[in-house]
């Protein structure tokens, strides 16, 4: 995948109002809503790279492109299903606690819930002058931005995180180390039915003030 901040960049330099103006792009950040029911068909090949590249275009402090994407189709959810459940059954032993089947079976079945679902990781690096809260606000950011484009392009998405987000043995099956971090799993597909968009009803000035 290639990084499409530099070409939004040029893209603004030529027209400054192209982009930010633009009210596809501001429909899909005001409207973009979770939902958690989520069918086949999934983001098609061409879809899932435009969602990747804009993940990869969000915000990051020093460039270190922390973000780290590992994408779940088809037989591969089911097959990471039987990871998570282990992990589960070790969590619950070592609390002293004995999992049950349907614990068991809901675990292995969490991938299920969407045609895909794409496991974002932070790669953190311990070594950095940027501080480790910024690393996992880019990766934080990189979420965001894939729920946002997965919306102007019509899907429904679902960002979720759980137990398995703060397991190490989920973390190692995903390629990280246990010292890197997961900011959560980006569920996508089509929608049963639109969610509801309400408009804003709170106090605006209750989140905002003007500092004088």
């Known amino acids: 995948m290639v990084d499409q901040g530099d070409n939004l960049e040029a893209i603004s330099t030529q027209n400054p109002r192209k982009v930010t103006e633009s009210p596809h792009v501001l429909s899909a950040v005001i409207n973009r809503r979770s939902t958690g029911r989520l069918k086949e068909p999934g983001p098609g090949k061409t879809e899932l790279e435009s969602i990747i590249k804009a993940a990869l275009s969000a915000p990051d402090h020093g460039r270190l492109r922390p ?7 088809g037989e591969a959810r089911d097959r990471f299903g039987i990871i998570l459940a282990d992990a589960l059954r070790r969590r619950l032993e070592s609390k002293g606690h004995a999992p049950t089947e349907l614990l068991m079976s809901k675990e292995r079945n969490k991938l299920l819930r969407a045609p895909c679902v794409i496991a974002v990781g ?41 137990d398995p987000s703060y397991d190490n043995s989920v973390k190692v099956a995903l390629g990280l180390r246990e010292t890197d971090m997961i900011a959560g799993w980006i569920y996508l597909g089509s929608v049963e039915e639109p969610p509801s968009v309400r408009a804003f009803g709170g106090d605006f000035e209750q989140y905002v003030s003007h500092w004088k």
């Open 67 to 73: 973000w780290r994407f590992v994408v779940f189709q």
């Open 122 to 162: 932070a790669a953190i690096d311990r070594d950095s002058h940027i501080p480790v809260i910024e690393q996992f606000g880019a990766t934080a950011a990189a979420c965001e931005n894939m729920l946002i484009a997965a919306t102007a392009l019509g899907l429904g998405s679902m960002w979720r995180t759980g």
